[in-house]
């Protein structure tokens, strides 16, 4: 069965630093999702990302955030000057609009843990 | 108000009982509702989703909605102790997904 993965499974960084987070999207999907989950928390959404570009974005994703598509296979989130509180699980997630309809129905990777020291 | 609610329990059943897991949620244009569970430390795994009033059975698992009521429900039938994760609902605005922080089920052997 399709998954969607995501690299690496666990990064620290430095406060200041910059992180790229890498997914790979179930390959025939055409929406894909950003979403972070702080321990203990709900999960919250960032971005969705259709046709290459920004579909919708919360208030969350403000200058610090950036999602690219690079080539026909991956989908990045880029967090630039990291601070403490973005420590957090982060989710990549895809679906597939299918039959004329937004395509809800979104599937989640297993996430990376971003431990900013 | 929250945009979409969830007692966080712990919701405690005995295996083989139906655990009954609600949700409510303020945004009247909402048109998508979906059920996820998540397993400690794992990611949320799509169990469920309805987009129309009333019932749908998906093997152990029924999805109820009444949007007039602006309330989700999930039952789980003849409940497994595999069963036990947190259950999270969540509803579409736009493109995006709202979640609830979820309820956490515990379904003793």
């Known amino acids: 069965e399709p998954e969607v993965t995501q690299t ?13 987070l890498r997914c790979v999207p179930i390959s025939n999907h055409l929406y894909f999702y950003w979403y972070r989950q702080i321990l203990g928390q709900k999960v919250e959404f960032l971005v969705s990302f259709y046709n290459n570009e920004i579909s919708e974005k919360s208030e969350i994703f403000d200058d610090q955030f950036s999602v ?15 601070k ?20 809800y129905e979104q599937y989640f990777g297993p996430g990376t843990r971003l431990t900013v020291t | 108000q929250k945009e979409v609610e969830q007692n966080s329990g712990p919701l405690s059943v005995p295996e083989g009982a139906i655990a009954s897991l609600n949700c409510t949620y303020s945004d009247r244009g909402s048109q998508s509702f979906f059920w996820y569970r998540q397993y400690s430390g794992k990611s949320p795994e799509l169990i469920m989703f309805i987009y ?25 039938r003849d409940s497994q102790p595999s069963d036990s994760a947190t ?10 997904l709202i979640f609830g922080k979820g309820t956490t089920l515990s379904v003793s052997s």
């Open chain 1, 84 to 103: 403490l509180e973005d420590s957090a699980m982060y989710f990549c997630a895809s679906s597939d609009p299918g039959g004329g309809r937004m395509g």
């Open chain 1, 8 to 20: 690496p499974s666990h990064q620290v960084t430095q406060m200041g630093q910059e992180v790229i």
């Open chain 2, 87 to 96: 259950y999270l609902c969540a509803v579409n605005r736009g493109t995006a």
């Open chain 1, 68 to 82: 690219e598509r690079p080539d026909g296979s991956n989908f990045t989130l880029k967090i630039r000057s990291t």
């Open chain 2, 52 to 76: 129309s009033n009333g019932d749908k059975e998906d093997g152990r698992f029924t999805a109820q909605l009444n949007k007039a009521s602006q309330y989700v429900s999930l039952l789980i």
